[in-house]
């Protein structure tokens, strides 16, 4: 046992079918083994810059993303490999990108933190802290005014509530009841730095509510409960064309990115949280109903671990962008209609 | 013949033409709506267009610059107004980090065709926070494009093609210019391009290199000059990014003396860049050191004569010239 408490591991019937259920958990893990290659990469020098892992939080993106249309929009942060993936952007193009690769879905413009895929609506990979949310209000004004049945999904970190665009976008969405889905992924540190230490109100539906805006918590590192919240929050979006806002208590069981020493929070507590995991109570309670066996398990893992290393090998093969091409696309190609432009990372 | 209108009424007149244009452009901003637009450039555009097209935004710069974006993304034509440059400063980070980088940092995936207007300038004894000049800022920034319209027609006519352009563009109207009048042709298409500079007087002894609300000085120094047997030619740059090499190197190529205005602060500035880049590319053909008139260093006083010795004047232009031809061998 530990000093640290915290919440009861998720527990409890998972109410899908098992097809559904499986492919839940066949999400999770496909994040969970591409981001233990990623940071082994980095390891090897093969990946550089930042790198911020998601390894833990897994259940919210899993959650959330079955939760949308292909139809809505997405905007993310800098730690979204997760959403990236379960958006459908190929985890080669990923593993190219990160590689600084031109076959990456962002050509290896962005590397980790600025993954993009226009055919998917995935509008990134946005690294300001805050910055997305704006953005977000933005992309369903558009559809609000055009008649666009969409929502637009923003996802953002507990730190980014400090942040004037925070409170700026918030209010807008909800001055002009802007379907947006406001995905708060409460992990509880903002870089080293833990919600009480930086906000006077740490309960952040409160704010949120404060803006007159629908406001839900659920619990981050449970999937099912993750997944049944937003899909209602989602629908309320939809029906009311108005905002709503979702925290999703989470965990971050890696650094913040690979530089950090984490000096800030107790060895005791990270494990304590690791008890809540979000893969193994999922799998634990599936294996409880018989919805899942071992073996069913291990054929779901090689099957993410396959494709880690097909990724790989794609990333491995891919090609550096000419140099000559330095100074392509800092504006758009004469003539290009941008309705046009190709989407990238579809492999 | 033609009419006589002012740049308000000009880029008032651009609006609506957009507006009608095209259902995917909107106007957003603080008080363009039922305010009519602090400089009355809007005005009447909400009875017109209704309060959807012609929104005003809270007091919210990064906010709905922010959005201005998103909606640019999201497939409208947004053309966000910014009151002044001053308040840009809090939607900095959408501006650069976002509006300018998108493009290049998706691979090429995203384009972010967004218009923001704002004023720009001082010489109103509004005081240090009202009255600056960062046109110089946002030239410096790669996936922006930088309009600074100094007359009647390019008010009139620089919003369309911006509009068209599928990356963000900056246009700065100085706030001294909007009372300017000017004639526009009746009818038929009044068409600019959005990439080059202009000579709007022809000389041949000194090139006044210079955009925006200083035109019109270097204008009247060019008069005052003429009366003394001095030509100066006057360049007004209309375009800030990408900067127009080619007309300012002919200009002082023939002329062989550069005098550049800029109501920037001298340190850093506009001007600063045009001059580096004249000796990268003439320096061979000049007779003169270059010379500049920009803002002296100090947060732009309020009493009218210290606000006045702290903006470039026709009467420092003139000197500089003068200053210049005693200097040429």
Redesign the interface.
């Known amino acids: 046992m530990t000093d640290f408490q915290v919440p009861a591991p998720p527990s409890g019937p998972v109410p899908w079918d098992k097809a559904f259920a499986l492919a839940v958990l066949s999400d999770m893990l496909r994040i969970r083994r591409m981001e233990e290659k990623a940071a082994e990469l980095y390891g090897q020098q093969k990946i550089r810059g930042f790198l911020h892992l998601y390894i833990g939080e897994e259940a919210v993106a899993a959650g959330a993303l079955r939760a949308l249309q292909p139809a809505d929009?997405l905007v993310a942060t800098y730690r979204e490999h997760g959403h990236a993936l379960l958006r459908g952007l190929g985890m080669g193009a990923i593993m190219a990108e990160m590689y600084g690769k031109q076959e990456?879905?962002?050509?290896?413009?962005?590397g980790s933190m600025?993954l993009?895929?226009?055919a998917r609506r995935f509008?990134?990979?946005?690294a300001?802290v805050g910055?997305g949310?704006?953005?977000?209000?933005?992309?369903?004004?558009?559809?609000k005014?055009?008649g666009?049945p969409a929502l637009?999904a923003c996802f953002f970190g507990e730190g980014a509530v400090a942040e004037?665009?925070f409170h700026?976008?918030m209010?807008?969405a909800a001055?002009w009841q802007l379907p947006v889905l406001f995905c708060c992924e409460n992990n509880l540190y903002a870089m080293g730095t833990a919600l009480a230490r930086s906000e006077s109100q740490t309960d952040l539906c409160v704010k949120a509510a404060s803006y007159g805006m629908a406001a839900v918590r659920v619990d981050g590192m449970d999937v099912v409960a993750v997944h049944e919240v937003v899909l209602r929050a989602a629908q309320q979006v939809r029906e009311q064309q108005g905002p709503v806002f979702v925290e999703l208590q989470t965990y971050r069981f890696r650094a913040h990115s690979m530089f950090d020493p984490e000096l800030y929070r107790d060895k005791k507590e990270v494990e304590a949280w690791k008890t809540r995991g979000p893969i193994h109570t999922y799998s634990a309670r599936l294996k409880t109903q018989g919805s899942l066996t071992e073996d069913e398990f291990l054929t779901l893992d090689a099957a993410a671990q396959a494709e880690v290393e097909m990724a790989v090998a794609f990333a491995e093969a891919g090609t550096r962008e000419p140099v000559e091409d330095l100074l392509?696309?800092?504006?758009?190609?004469q003539g290009?209609a941008?309705d046009a432009?190709?989407?990238?990372g579809a492999a | 013949m033609g009419r006589r209108i002012s740049y308000r009424d000009a880029l008032r007149e651009a609006l609506r033409e957009a507006l009608q244009a095209d259902p995917?452009v909107?106007l957003m901003g603080e008080d363009v709506g039922r305010y009519g637009g602090t400089y009355a450039v809007s005005k009447g555009l909400l009875d017109e267009f209704g309060p959807?097209r012609i929104r005003d935004?809270?007091l919210?710069e990064?906010?709905?610059?922010?959005?201005?974006?998103?909606?640019?993304?999201?497939?409208?034509r947004?053309i966000v107004e910014v009151m002044t440059v001053n308040f840009s400063l809090l939607a900095l980070?959408?501006i650069i980090?976002?509006a300018a980088m998108?493009?290049?940092?998706?691979?090429?995936?995203?384009?972010v065709?967004l218009v923001i207007r704002m004023a720009t300038g001082a010489g109103r004894q509004v005081a240090a926070q009202h009255s600056n000049s960062f046109e110089g800022w946002y030239a410096h920034v790669?996936?922006l494009r930088v309009l600074a319209p100094a007359t009647v027609e390019d008010a009139r006519a620089m919003l369309a093609p911006a509009l068209a352009d599928?990356?963000p563009v900056l246009i700065f109207e100085h706030a001294q210019l909007y009372n300017l009048e000017g004639e526009l042709p009746d009818d038929g298409p009044l068409t600019v391009d959005i990439h080059s500079a202009r000579v709007r007087r022809a000389g041949t002894d000194v090139s006044l290199i210079t955009f925006g609300g200083c035109l019109t000085k270097a204008l009247q120094a060019a008069e005052q000059l003429a009366a003394q047997g001095i030509s100066a030619e006057v360049i007004d740059l209309r375009v800030l990014r990408p900067l127009d090499d080619a007309t300012v190197m002919a200009s002082v190529r023939k002329c062989r003396r550069a005098v550049v205005i800029d109501e920037g602060w001298r340190s850093g500035s506009l001007a600063a860049e045009v001059m580096a880049r004249i000796a990268e590319q003439a320096f061979f053909d000049l007779d003169a050191p270059l010379a500049r008139v920009c803002s002296e260093e100090v947060p732009i006083p309020y009493a009218r004569h210290m606000e006045e010795a702290a903006l470039p004047q026709v009467p420092k232009i003139v000197a500089a010239v003068q200053a210049l031809l005693g200097n040429t061998p």
Not at chain 2, 62 to 76: E, S, T
Not at chain 2, 102 to 111: D, N, P, R, V
Request: charged share 10%.
């Open positions: 929009n990456g879905c962002s050509h290896g413009h962005g600025h993009f895929n226009r509008f990134g990979g946005q300001i910055g949310l704006p953005l977000a209000a933005g992309l369903a004004l558009a559809d005014m055009s666009r637009t004037g665009a700026e976008a209010n807008l001055l392509r696309d800092v504006h758009t190609a290009a941008t432009h190709a989407s990238r | 995917r909107f959807e935004t809270p919210s990064l906010g709905f610059v922010g959005a201005g974006i998103g909606a640019a993304l999201g497939g409208m947004p980070d959408p980090n976002t998108l493009h290049h940092m998706s691979g090429g995936q995203f384009s065709p790669p996936g599928p990356d």
